[in-house]
């Protein structure tokens, strides 16, 4: 039979400490024979066997963890095997993208460079553009100083040409009436202003002085021959201004008493003051042609005094 103490020795550690306590202190027991007694042996071996029994349990318990940790670490180096097959083609697409990269890095220093350039080319037409814009300017002001010498040109080319018409229609008034009047005679204003003063206000007095021409005459086309003044506005471009100038002034003529018929005469007319004198019923003579004459002679008379001839 072994000793108690080569048994403590095939147990655990911390089996063994109480146990050979145990012993210690049935040794020291002085009551007590120096060796244990047969029932406290059995109950002894019973206690060892349990705890064989639970080391074995555990032990099995502790391959099933080994087996299932070693089966874990396969698929762990699997894993890994993978995770380096996808480091190695992580890395071949990092040096791809590294590459391409690179020459992205090189294109964009050359669009950076070509950038440069154009920026300067841009701040040289810039300053192109204001020496430009400086030089439109200084010209806009020349052109519109010529402009203003031009209009004034015209303005006295047009009042020079304006005075030369009254004088041809002045001079050539029996050419220009003869065959709607008889009698014709020019008129000087100091002929009527007595007799406008007396009749109209200062303003329409004002207005019916700045009248261009005055022609007085009998009308060929009735049989008493009536006397009749042409109240005319004379310009190279008869446009409607000189229509409605020269109906109002007729119109302060025969407030006075004149039987005043509107006249507009000219080389050319436009299309607004040829409907304002068939409008308003104004004699229009054109480069010797006329127009609106009945209408006109109905101004000066609304119930004729006789029958045309």
Do not use: C
């Not at 190695?88 to 590459?99: F, N, S």
């Not at 192109?128 to 100083?145: N, R």
């Amino acid at each position: 039979m072994q000793s108690y103490q080569a048994i403590l020795k095939e147990l655990p550690e911390q089996w063994r400490r109480p146990l050979l306590d145990l012993a210690e202190a049935i040794q020291n027991n002085a009551g007590q024979a120096l060796t244990p007694t047969h029932r406290e042996f059995i109950e002894l071996k019973a206690t060892m066997a349990a705890y064989q029994l639970q080391t074995d349990t555990r032990l099995a318990r502790l391959e099933e963890v080994v087996i299932e940790l070693a089966e874990a670490q396969k698929q762990t180096e699997q894993r890994v095997s993978e995770l380096v097959q996808a480091q190695k083609q992580t890395d071949l697409r990092v040096d791809t993208l590294t590459e391409r990269l690179d020459t992205l890095t090189q294109r964009v220093d050359t669009l950076t460079q070509r950038v440069d350039t154009l920026t300067q080319r841009v701040e040289e037409l810039t300053e192109v553009q204001t020496q430009t814009l400086l030089s439109m300017q200084q010209l806009e002001k020349i052109v519109g100083e010529l402009t203003i010498r031009v209009d004034k040109l015209n303005i006295r080319q047009d009042a020079v040409i304006g005075d030369m018409l009254e004088l041809r229609y002045q001079r050539h008034a029996p050419g220009y009436f003869g065959n709607l009047l008889r009698r014709i005679r020019v008129l000087s204003i100091t002929d009527v202003e007595d007799r406008l003063e007396e009749h109209l206000s200062k303003g329409e007095f004002d207005d019916a002085l700045l009248t261009d021409l005055l022609i007085s005459g009998r009308v060929r086309d009735f049989a008493d021959n009536p006397e009749v003044v042409l109240v005319l506005e004379v310009s190279f471009v008869i446009d409607q201004q000189d229509v409605e100038r020269a109906n109002r002034r007729a119109a302060l003529f025969r407030k006075a008493g004149f039987a005043a018929i509107p006249v507009v005469a000219g080389e050319q007319i436009t299309t607004g003051a040829e409907e304002a004198a068939a409008a308003y019923g104004v004699l229009q003579v054109q480069n010797g042609h006329r127009a609106y004459w009945p209408q006109a002679l109905q101004q000066a008379f609304p119930s004729s005094p006789a029958s045309p001839t």
